[in-house]
């Protein structure tokens, strides 16, 4: 697997072992293990120019995914891009406190949610939403983490 993370806001730093908690998250998420995926950990305003300029929403968010076509031809051998994975320090770290969550499973859980929107996964309607979480309760309690939907 090859896994492309970039940090661009000092803020991150407050997650400890935040390029080993990404690796586990993408590793455990993964069957196909033959993949790229890019993660970019960023700042509020930083997200929020990117889900205004490609999804015409200005706000902030928590996390962004951006799916490569499975459709683009990929050389024998190579690993297929999955695509862009997004995670805004302030929004993500104002959930966890909110959530009474610590920081690093709340970064976890978002990281599962957005590879799972790379691997087509959404939850547009209740269908979609109940497989989408099941499949984020079954990875992250793989990881030892509790259900991050219970009340």
């Known amino acids: 697997m090859n896994l492309d993370i970039s940090i661009d806001d000092k803020d991150w730093t407050r997650v400890p072992d935040l390029r080993k908690l990404a690796q586990s998250a993408i590793s455990a998420t993964l069957l196909d293990k033959n993949v790229s995926v890019s993660l970019l950990f960023t700042s509020d305003e930083n997200i929020l ?3 205004k300029l490609w999804r015409g929403k200005a706000t902030a968010t928590n996390v962004l995914s951006f799916p490569v076509s499975s459709e683009i031809p990929v050389p024998a051998g190579e690993p297929r891009p999955l695509g862009d994975i997004v995670l805004a320090f302030g929004v993500v770290s104002r959930e966890a406190l909110e959530q009474k969550k610590t920081l690093g499973h709340h970064v ?12 087509g996964y959404d939850h ?7 497989a989408m979480e099941a499949r984020e ?3 992250l309690a793989g990881l030892g983490m509790e259900n991050p939907y219970a009340s």
């Open 124 to 130: 547009e309607d209740d269908g979609e939403a109940e």
């Open 137 to 139: 309760i079954a990875v």
């Open 108 to 119: 976890t859980h978002l990281i599962v949610h957005g590879l799972l929107h790379l691997l």
């Open 49 to 51: 120019d990117i889900n």
